[in-house]
């Protein structure tokens, strides 16, 4: 279980409030569950999922199935250096160097339960790495303490360092070219406005209940530049319907820069890492990977 808050509707408020009321937004409302060992399996149905494609694959064509993973990587907390340690799942010793994935959290989250969820996803195909934030309530009890980021460049700033911690204590172990960038609602949000530009330090996208456009995060000349400096594809998770319906007009930039994108809506889902929202976003991996040999079909 993880105390994540919803995302306030910011679409009208300027770029620094609509930031603040960002964090202050994930820090109300109804705790969000995010399931912390076990991958979610699409046994239970998402509700009237929506799903809008961008090129990649003919309409209707199946999804390849999701590359085979171990979950024997083991999580271990990062120093980094002017910030709190970061978690990272490190996969087993390899002969091939493992690519990155980088995993924000939301507002008032940690970053041990999305390393572990996404350590179930992806096993010992590569690092994953989670920044930890900001302590957010310093008088909390250690077991419920959440952290936030304080803005996106703060974010950013994390991000790299953490990175070169990892590549520092790892080395030849760690291929770091086109990483993949996962956000969930503020991780989501200022990510996108930290990494969408040029040269992309992120080759693909999770957006999860942010980062869709609800805080102008996208245009199509930003769009076009992240395309055009490196980047590939970006997936938009959705659980509101607000959510989705930004995400469907930011969609259409990528269309229109020659970016590929996806949108998964789980209807009914509200403002969650869990549930319908995680299946969607687990059955969307294949889409994700596609295309890197390291995460899909690499060794």
Known sequence: MISERPLSSVRAIPRGLALLASIAGCARGLPVELPARSVPRPAEPIAAPVAATVASAPP?????????????????????????????SVPPAATSPRPLLVVAHGAGGR???????????????????CPRGVLLGAYAAPADQGYFYP??????REVVAAIAALRARFGAELDD???????????????????????AAFARLVLIEGGVGESDEWTIDGARAFHE???ERVLFACGRPTC??????????????????RVVHAVGAGHTYGGAVADAVTRSLPWIFEGDPRWYGGG
């Open 229 to 231: 400096g490196g980047a």
């Open 111 to 129: 970053p041990e339960p999305h390393c572990a969820f996404w350590r179930e996803l992806v096993g010992a195909k590569g690092f994953v790495l």
């Open 244 to 261: 989705f319906t930004a995400a469907q007009r930011s969609l259409t930039y990528l269309r229109k820069a020659g970016l590929e994108g």
């Open 60 to 88: 209707g064509a199946p999804s390849p199935p999701l590359p085979a993973t171990s979950v024997s990587a083991t999580l271990i907390d990062l120093p980094v250096e002017g910030h709190r340690a970061a978690v990272v």
């Open 177 to 199: 070219r086109a990483p993949i960038y996962v956000g969930f609602s503020q991780g989501a949000t200022m990510g996108a406005l930290a990494f969408v530009k040029r040269p």
């Open 151 to 156: 803005d996106h460049h703060a974010l950013e």
